[in-house]
């Protein structure tokens, strides 16, 4: 085969195209993975959720749904990120070129640059009262609190940076490493900060600030008489004067002074959405806790760096560990229980006959007395299911309910609560083997054998039933070359018979077969019935022939060598066996039987050879033997014999 060049430019051409479709439409979504997370913050303006990755350098933009949908790099040092209040600018701390990066959150151009002139850092970052708050550690790894003003532009050469040590009381620094940050819009102007001090490490420092003013003022101060432990998160608590630190401990500052108020069990960190849900994270699991309670509302398996609510507490999104490193996770129905629902129905019972279903229902948050479960049964009768009446849940969360199941066979019982303001949805299901009458089903000419080719007439007989009278009939020819058909299908007649043609040219399974009704088991017959091979035989050479008695011979010359020629139906590796006998003293005596091949046309040729006397009678037929003849699909067949004589 040849081409011209132009043919062949073409087919390149229609290929590359071809490709380009086929990329184009196999395209699919992206999820968020990072190696090492710098700070997650959520944009309900945008729809869009930002995740640090400090391991290159980037800010990831995901939608709603934790697919990636923008980037951008070069973020020197990305360590955290805080939104402006409008969800316009993004704002990022890049440690290693000492500056915060402003960008425009929809499209992650960067906005403005500006350099902080610090030790390490700078790290932390919040927005509060129209600055960009920040913290960071000086030469000495002492911390210290920065604020920029979006408003001074970098390039006018104006310093934006407003330095120096928080607040002092008694000569206790407020913060002795860099701290961490976290503002809430039911504050506005209030700022909180905590960390532990690096030279005393007995000493986690924590301070609720005003930072509305011209400078911090010192709200609340945490005096040292009770220990913090280690300090890994700070959170202000939306409408009320409380710190969560750690996603744990509840301090209140009501009187300027930090007092312990409650705890949620131990976690590692936290996010609290809006309406005071406590998004807790550590190493086993995620929890979401309502305020003040120690029994999570739901929780999320795995271990959990970072997590930020969605503004309107319907999603919460993680990053969760994963084998790329932490993999974004889109959490839904954050604010709702998942409830268990157990069903539990007996193993078997007798058709018509009541039963009873039991169950359970529990769940995290407490249920609304009279709480229903839908009941669905689905059966023979019902493919689709019947709705049943609804059960009650009582006080301690068990139900029960009886049913009388009018069809055999499997039946399922689905129960189904459908949720609620505090509950997500639940379903579980049971099944019950219900017993069914049996019928007869009988089929004919089992055990018989038919010549090669005979349509032979196989008739099913079918006894009482319900509603299905219907039965299939199969035909399973011996071989592997061929497999089990359906030869008929139907209903049976007045008598309850039905009956179907099998052209009998192998030995051959019959089978018939009744599905089954609501009250009546499914059953299965089989017949198994025999087919003959078709066998002939020609004589060749031979010079007449003529009857000796009553038997009529080919007759030869004593020099000549008959030809048998054998036609019998093939099938791959057949063989006929050829006897011989020889007719003596009024006996006719067999020689060594031997087997031929028989070609892909049907035929065997065999030549018998010339004996060189006179007066010689024999005689020779061919026989196909189930198993030694190369096969097993046909019966045992034995050809007519063919007389031969041999004269001068």
Known sequence: MRSTSAATALAVLFSSVALSVAAAGSASAVPVSVGSPAGIVVDAALGRVFVGNDTNDTIVAADYNGNRVDSVSGIDGIFDLALSDDGATLYATARVSHEIVALDAATLDVKARYPVATGIGPLYVAVSAGKVWFTYEDDQSKGNLGSIDPAVDPATGADPMTLGLFPQDQDHQVVGGAAYLDTDPSAPGLLAVATTDFNDSSKDLMAVLDVSGAAPRLTAWHDGSYSLNYVNDVDLVPGAAQVLVDGTERHSYADGRFSP?????????????????????????????????????????????????????????????????????????????????????????????????????????????????????????????????????????????????????????????????????????????????????????????????????????????????????????????????????????????????????????????????????????????????????????????????????????????????????????RAQRFDLQVYYQGSWYSTDSEYFPVSSNGKSAVQLGAPGESGIRARVRSVYVNGTSGDTVNSTTYGAWKYLYFSN
Request: no cysteine; glycine share 8%.
């Open 261 to 573: 108020a409650g705890a949620y069990p131990s976690g590692r960190g936290a996010d609290i959405a809006p309406n005071g849900l406590v998004a807790q994270f550590g190493e086993e699991q995620l929890a979401v806790y309502r305020p003040n309670t120690t029994v999570p509302v739901r929780t999320y398996a795995g271990y959990t760096a970072d997590a930020a609510w969605a503004p309107d507490s319907s999603r919460l999104f993680a990053l969760v560990s994963s084998s790329a490193g932490y993999q974004l996770r889109v959490l839904t129905d954050p604010t709702h229980s998942v409830p268990t629902l157990t069903v539990n129905a007996p193993a078997s019972a007798p058709r018509a006959k009541k039963l009873t279903v039991t169950g359970k229902i529990t769940a995290s948050v407490p249920f609304a007395a009279g709480t229903r479960l839908a009941v669905t049964r689905t059966d023979l009768e019902s493919p689709n299911g019947k709705q049943l009446a609804a059960v009650t849940v009582k006080t301690d969360g068990t139900y029960s309910f009886t049913d009388t199941p009018p069809a055999g066979g499997t039946v399922t019982y689905k129960v189904t609560f459908a949720g609620d303001a505090d509950h997500t949805t639940a379903t579980a299901s049971d099944k019950v083997t219900v017993s069914r009458a049996g019928t007869s089903l009988s089929l004919n000419n089992n055990g018989k054998l038919y010549n090669y080719g005979a349509d032979v007439k196989f008739t099913a007989h079918l006894g009482t039933t319900y509603k299905n009278r219907s039965v299939r009939i199969y035909a399973d020819p011996f071989g592997g070359d061929k497999g089990k058909k359906l030869i008929k299908t139907g209903k049976v007649d007045s008598h309850g018979n039905i009956a179907a043609w099998v052209d009998m040219t192998r030995d051959t399974a019959v089978s018939a077969v009744f599905d089954g009704d609501a009250r009546y088991a499914p059953k299965t017959v089989k017949a198994t019935a025999y087919a003959r091979v078709k066998i002939s035989t020609a004589v060749s050479k031979h010079y007449k022939t003529a009857k000796i008695g009553s038997t009529s011979y080919y007759w030869f010359h004593k020099n000549t060598d008959p030809v048998i020629t054998t036609t019998m139906t093939y099938y791959p590796g």
